[in-house]
C-alpha cells in the first residue's frame, strides 16, 4: 500500500511540472487512482464479523469453532491470550448456542491436537491459552466456502 502511495506523490510532484491542460487531466486521474486504492484499502481491511468467519471456514463441530475463534482473536483482534471467557464472548458474537462444557473442548483441542498452548500465567483470573502455529496452520488450510 505505502508503495503506491509513493508512487503516487512522485507521479502528482510531476504533475505540477507540466502545462495545462495536461497537468489537470492528469491530476484528476491520480485522485481517482487515490479514491479507488482507498476503497480498495478499506475493503480488504475490513474485519469479518465471527458469524461471517465461522460460515466462511465451514467450522460445524464446537471443536473446530473454539480454534476458528481463537485464530479469529488472535488475527483480527490482536487478543493474545485468550480465556473461556473469550470464547464465550465470540460465540454469543456468532450467535450461536455455547457448548456444555467450553473449557473442556479447549482443553481438548490443546492436549489431543495441540491447537492450543497453555501459559504460565492467568487472564482475568482464569486459565489463559495461545493458539498453536498448528492451531493457526489448520484454520488457514481450511477452504473457504
Not at 473454539?66 to 464472548?89: C, H, Q, T
Request: hydrophobic fraction near 35%; charged fraction near 35%.
Amino acid at each position: 500500500m505505502n508503495d503506491l502511495q509513493n508512487k503516487l506523490k512522485k507521479l502528482k510532484s510531476k504533475i505540477d511540472e507540466l502545462n495545462e491542460p495536461e497537468k489537470s487531466i492528469l491530476k484528476d486521474i491520480v485522485e481517482i487512482l487515490e479514491n479507488i486504492i482507498g476503497r480498495t484499502y478499506q475493503e480488504l481491511t475490513r474485519e469479518i464479523s465471527p458469524f461471517e468467519f465461522i460460515k466462511q471456514k465451514k467450522l460445524e463441530s464446537h471443536g473446530d469453532r473454539v480454534v476458528g475463534m481463537a485464530y479469529y482473536l488472535y488475527k483480527y483482534r490482536s487478543v493474545d491470550p485468550f480465556n473461556v471467557k473469550d470464547i464465550e464472548k465470540m460465540y454469543e458474537e456468532a450467535r450461536l448456542g455455547l457448548p456444555k462444557n467450553l473449557s473442556d473442548i479447549i482443553a481438548k483441542q490443546a492436549k489431543n491436537k495441540g491447537y492450543f498452548i497453555e501459559c504460565n500465567e492467568k487472564k482475568d483470573g482464569l486459565k489463559a491459552w495461545k493458539i498453536s502455529a498448528s492451531g493457526i496452520e489448520y484454520i488457514e488450510s481450511l477452504p473457504e466456502g
